[in-house]
């Protein structure tokens, strides 16, 4: 067990992330009690192997590789701060008729906003006709908003992020609605409906005609088999996910963004296709 929890950081190190406990449990693929790794992960922590910490939960990383806890933490509070302080820009917002929701996405949304990073905002509207006319609000109580106290305040303690704004369905712009769905957060408004069943995402890789290239990417997906047996798993499984052909495969909604940041890596050509299940 210690072995695997071992690589396991390993394999989440190569994405400059600090599991949680049931992303350690996903990836090992739900074989072990909860209890029985619960003891494991808090024995190695009491030693010399892994190091644990509480930031929004428990988040484990192996002892060599503490920094990227510190990363993580620093953007963790990094978010909370932009979000507290960019209230004032959504209280604005909020006025204007039509207006459905009003969220973060981006890093923002995913605590992992570094001091370079967008303020990100989404707006959904009851009335896609009105969208031009809504577009015309936000950019002029956006352009308000540079002009107050409290922007002013803003550029004196430093901060001086861009403020982008999304407006229109969700429906309609299939990446910001996964990106919500995963991990958006809603400041005005109630965002219910992708609640029901389950979401999917549906990977289809396209053709890789290097031939390293092909099995570095394959393997870092799907793992490695010799004789039929599983020598090392790849991070599909590892993430709750399943292949389906040689170069499909499907995952739980909320761990696309892992996968997504791994092809842009490899700069790899994929296609995708959500699902919901009852």
Same mark, same amino acid.
């Given at each position: ?88 820009? @959504?209280? #604005?917002? =909020?006025?204007?008729?039509? !207006?459905?929701?009003? $969220?973060?996405?981006?890093? &923002?949304?995913? +605590? ?108 870092? @997906?799907? #793992?490695? =088999?010799?004789?039929?047996? !599983?020598?090392?798993? $790849?991070?599909?499984?590892? &993430?709750?996910? +399943? ?36």
């Amino acid at each position: 067990m210690e072995d695997e929890i071992v690589k396991t950081l390993k394999y989440f190190d190569h994405f400059e992330y600090p599991p949680t406990f049931d992303e350690v449990w996903i990836f090992l693929g739900k074989s072990s009690r909860k209890e029985k790794l619960n003891c494991y992960l808090e024995k190695m922590a009491a030693g010399d192997d892994i190091t644990a910490e509480y930031i929004d939960e428990n988040r484990y990383a192996l002892q060599r590789s503490e920094e990227i806890l510190k990363k993580y933490k620093n953007r963790y509070y990094q978010s909370k701060k932009y979000i507290e302080e960019s209230l004032p820009i @959504l209280i #604005g917002l =909020k006025l204007i008729p039509t !207006i459905k929701y009003i $969220g973060y996405s981006g890093s &923002l949304a995913m +605590k992992n906003a570094s001091g370079q990073s967008d303020i990100d905002l989404f707006i959904e509207i009851y009335d896609s006709s009105k969208e031009g006319i809504v577009k015309n609000f936000v950019d002029s109580a956006l352009t308000q908003f540079t002009k107050s106290n409290v922007y002013k305040e803003w550029k004196l303690r430093g901060i001086s992020n861009a403020i982008s704004c999304m407006v229109g369905a969700l429906n309609e712009q299939s990446d910001l609605k996964r990106s919500i769905i995963s991990n958006g957060v809603i400041f005005y408004g109630k965002y219910s409906e992708p609640i029901k069943g389950n979401n999917y995402t549906l990977f289809n890789i396209e053709t890789i005609s290097e031939k390293n290239k092909r099995y570095r990417v394959f393997r870092k @997906l799907f #793992g490695r =088999k010799e004789k039929g047996k !599983i020598i090392k798993k $790849g991070l599909v499984e590892g &993430l709750g996910g +399943k292949q389906i052909s040689t170069r499909t495969f499907i995952l739980p909604l909320e761990q696309t963004p892992i996968i997504l940041k791994l092809l842009k890596k490899e700069k790899t050509n994929y296609s995708i296709i959500e699902i919901n299940t009852d």
